[in-house]
């Protein structure tokens, strides 16, 4: 390949899709015979409450819901430990999430908008908690 300055700024990436969901996680936790490490594994189904897609370069700003698909359905794998104390335990865990349903809305969804037509989300959490028996 071949480049060169043309004096120009480059552009950054010029979209910005933000997507918030109501999300019911499904889990079981199986714990280790000491009761310190544990796994847990899961399905987290989601629901769309907003899609907003907003662009980095102009500012301008579209509710883009009706063209992002309604539902996601991820799988949840996490480890992590609890420390048990007096009258309560500490836990950490750590877990990583991958959506099995396509959140894109399709062709239309890329011809109007710019919004792939095919993307799912994956992440990582990092979680503390605590523990108090009933």
Do not use: C, H
């Not at 847990?40 to 409450?49: A, E, S």
């Not at 996490?78 to 877990?95: D, H, M, N, W, Y």
């Amino acid at each position: 390949g071949v480049a060169f300055d043309v004096g120009l700024p480059d552009p950054r990436d010029s979209l910005d899709l933000v997507l918030d969901y109501l999300r019911i996680p499904l889990m079981a936790r199986f714990l280790a015979p000491k009761q310190v490490w544990f796994v847990n594994g899961g399905l987290d189904l989601g629901f769309l409450l907003n899609a907003q897609l907003k662009d980095v370069n102009a500012g301008a700003q579209v509710d883009v819901a009706d063209e992002i698909g309604e539902f996601d359905l991820a799988m949840i794998l996490g480890v992590g430990f609890q420390i048990p104390l007096k009258s309560f335990a500490l836990t950490l865990e750590g877990r990583y999430a991958q959506s099995v349903l396509n959140a894109g809305g399709g062709s239309s969804a890329e011809a109007t908008y710019g919004v792939p037509a095919r993307f799912r989300s994956s992440g990582f959490e990092l979680r503390a908690g605590m523990l108090v028996p009933l």
